[in-house]
């Protein structure tokens, strides 16, 4: 179903800890390194990453004493894998929030047809929805200004609008990360490109809420201006790139296949976002339930 509307503002956006309310009790999250969160250590968390999708869990928990988490993203997973693996047992955990995210290795580094990608999706996210849950499905970035991965713009511009209609079709909810237009800003990504950066994972969560109309404590993290950089210098900042993470991120992609390369999810069973691995009265970040 569409995000329902929080009881306070009509949408998502900064608010006090009294107003954060929301329908949903049990959350999870399917995906690869996207919604793993590469690119966003924190060593307090499962797996040593936390990513947006902590960040959202960590602003819907609040105030929700019965609310449980998962999240079963798998770093490196093409669409079939993420679907054929983790859609059963997402469903075992009966959620009533699942947010999803799948196609972006296949584009990437597989150069897959975006049409035939969302016939497969299109039947993973019919499966999803009918057990009632609110879906959110990703539109992927805009890649245009990055060397090499920009040639995928035209295909990950396709997929998304087979996404919107895949929405349309099952009533899911569409977070849009091609609208997104802070992302586009070098502050916002990892070193290697290809993840986004802490900042970058902070953005994402505050769009997410958003989406779902859900009042929370996020506030916009403004970049500092960076200095010019001269034609020269920014090749060169991209050949380096490419040799130290784009090329090495290839060839991984190509040896491993599909076979099993041990990965695991980093939260595969529902629990409190601030579980026995927290010690209690600890907050990663600042504190949404801490007045001033």
Do not use: C
């Amino acid at each position: 179903m569409n995000a329902p509307s929080a009881d306070g503002p009509a949408q998502g956006g900064p608010v006090g800890p009294g107003a954060r309310l929301h329908p949903w009790s049990r959350y999870v999250a399917l995906g690869d390194s996207f919604t793993e969160g590469v690119g966003d250590p924190e060593p307090r968390s499962p797996g040593g990453l936390r990513g947006w999708a902590d960040r959202v869990a960590e602003e819907l928990s609040a105030g929700h004493d019965d609310f449980a988490y998962a999240n079963l993203a798998v770093r490196g997973r093409l669409l079939h894998q993420i679907l054929d693996e983790q859609v059963g047992p997402a469903l075992a955990l009966k959620p009533d929030l699942i947010t999803l995210n799948a196609g972006g290795n296949d584009l990437i580094f597989r150069r897959s047809d975006p049409d035939k990608l969302a016939v497969r999706m299109d039947a993973g996210v019919q499966l999803l929805a009918s057990t009632g849950a609110t879906v959110v499905l990703f539109a992927g970035p805009d890649w245009g200004a990055t060397p090499v991965l920009g040639r995928t713009r035209a295909k990950v511009a396709i997929f998304n609008e087979n996404l919107r209609t895949i929405a349309a079709r099952h009533d899911a909810v569409i977070a849009d990360l091609w609208a997104l237009r802070q992302l586009t800003h070098p502050q916002m990504w990892d070193p290697d490109r290809l993840h986004f950066s802490p900042l970058g994972q902070h953005t994402i969560a505050i769009m997410v809420l958003n989406t779902l109309n859900v009042p929370h404590t996020l506030e916009p993290m403004t970049p500092k201006d960076l200095p010019g950089r001269t034609w020269r210098e920014a090749r060169t900042d991209d050949i380096i790139w490419a040799r130290e993470h784009l090329f090495p991120w290839v060839l991984q992609r190509l040896k491993q296949g599909i076979s099993d390369d041990g990965r695991h999810a980093k939260r595969p069973d529902p629990g409190p976002v601030f579980g026995a691995w927290m010690p209690p009265g600890t907050f990663v970040g600042n504190d949404p339930t801490a007045t001033n």
